[in-house]
């Protein structure tokens, strides 16, 4: 057995514990759990402060149990948000569902060993219970007072909003998963977020009242980027871990491009080399911080555990291919999904591939076919001054032609200005 605080503690994950919880962990192995609601089809890397919480649970020599909320996700949490959510329908929440447990099934092991990871789903306790029962067998031992006391409730209370009973109710219904868990899983630790301490707290409440047990409480801290903005969103969104919603690439940037000062926090808390490995990298990152060992060493970890070895080595080519001197042949491996993934944000311009077969010198295809230039003489000042590439070649004749022979898989032209100004031209 490992000291599983301790590893929270020193990665800088630990947030809030509750008393004697330390203690119960170091006594053997235990059963403990977090909650993940499907509201979309895809966990997201705001999600993964959670999931290595579990694989350290587990790492640790205890049982990790991932909860995913087919009832609660019909429900709404209130913490944290300022608004209420829309609810989702029976097939949607469904469909999450599957998709989450797969996911789950990438970082967790989920074999036979007595510390095995196990998922469940509160509709399979929920979905027979009616509200009266619940009320009379449940509600009655929280006072109403106690639920206005958390601070989830009170900001919405405070708020223009307000708050519906639905979502009043939220921190009864997670309270009621815990003590189910604790009854009939012998799942005596909630771990979560620190917006979640009071919705724990609940659950550890009720058990108290209802059969005079006793159960465990730890949170994580939030993640927080040091500018200020949202940990996990970019100008294009939330940064998935379903490699449909986000690509590889975009996942591996997104971590390659975190400052010095995040990077030396994310690297302890979404990687799981020792602290001896990391204090050695960061020695190696501050003699030379240009080379970014730190970000390089995080993105290429996280990646690999999210997607795959394969996935990484293909988001590194695509990296040396945009940004260094990756060569064109990279491209013609790929199919035109992953072509057109790797140039999205990119300036695009569709040419006609009639026209192309027939060949289009460089100055009109590119001032007059596209707009890429906004003039043919732009375009011949530019091949004089040495600043223009297509297909990776620098051109050095302003009466060049291109036809369908120059396509990249029989589609796509790239063109590029300066070192990092790409456009990609789509012949069709």
């Known amino acids: 057995m490992k000291n599983f605080v301790d590893e929270l503690r020193w990665r800088g994950m630990l947030h809030d514990i509750m008393p004697n919880t330390e203690d119960k962990l170091n006594e053997g192995m235990c059963a403990g759990y977090i909650g993940f609601d499907p509201t979309a089809d895809s966990l997201h890397v705001g999600h993964l402060t959670q999931i290595m919480t579990l694989i350290h649970f587990q790492r640790a020599g205890h049982k990790p149990v991932a909860l995913v909320g087919g009832a609660t996700g019909m429900v709404g949490d209130p913490s944290g948000k300022s608004a209420e959510r829309n609810l989702l329908t029976t097939e949607i929440l469904n469909h999450n569902l599957a998709q989450l447990e797969t996911q789950l099934g990438r970082f967790l092991d989920f074999g036979t060993g007595a510390n095995a990871a196990q998922m469940v789903n509160n509709a399979d306790w929920f979905k027979n219970m009616n509200f009266l029962d619940f009320i009379r067998d449940v509600g009655k031992h929280i006072t109403v007072n106690y639920m206005m006391a958390k601070d989830s409730v009170k900001k919405r209370l405070e708020g223009e909003t307000g708050m519906s009973f639905t979502e009043f109710s939220y921190q009864l219904v997670q309270g009621y998963d815990f003590y189910y868990l604790w009854k009939h899983h012998n799942c005596v630790i909630q771990m979560g977020g620190s917006d979640q301490w009071g919705n724990i707290v609940t659950g550890t409440e009720l058990i108290r009242r209802k ?205 590029q200005k300066g070192k990092k100004n790409y456009f990609l031209l789509i012949a069709g």
């Open 211 to 415: 059969d005079a047990g006793t159960a465990y409480a730890i949170t994580t801290q939030l993640i927080k980027k040091t500018d200020g903005t949202k940990f996990g969103k970019t100008e294009s969104g939330a940064i998935w871990l379903d490699a449909e919603k986000t690509s590889p690439y975009k996942f591996y940037q997104f971590w390659l491009n975190s400052s010095d000062e995040d990077v030396k926090k994310w690297i302890r808390i979404f990687t799981l080399k020792t602290q001896e490995e990391i204090e050695k990298l960061e020695q190696e990152h501050d003699a030379a911080p240009h080379l970014r060992i730190l970000q390089k060493a995080l993105a290429e970890d996280i990646t690999v555990r999210t997607h795959s070895k394969e996935a990484l080595e293909t988001a590194i080519k695509t990296s040396e291919f945009l940004f260094g001197n990756g060569a064109l042949e990279f491209l013609q491996t790929l199919d035109s999904k992953s072509v057109l993934e790797i140039f999205e944000g990119v300036p695009q311009f569709t040419i006609s591939k009639t026209e192309l077969a027939n060949g289009i010198d460089i100055a009109t295809l590119l001032a007059e076919k596209t707009t890429v230039f906004p003039s043919k003489g732009e375009v011949k000042k530019t091949i004089q001054g040495g600043g223009l590439s297509v297909n990776k070649t620098k051109v050095t004749d302003v009466t060049a032609t291109y036809s369908t022979t120059d396509l990249i898989n029989d589609q796509f032209i790239i063109v």
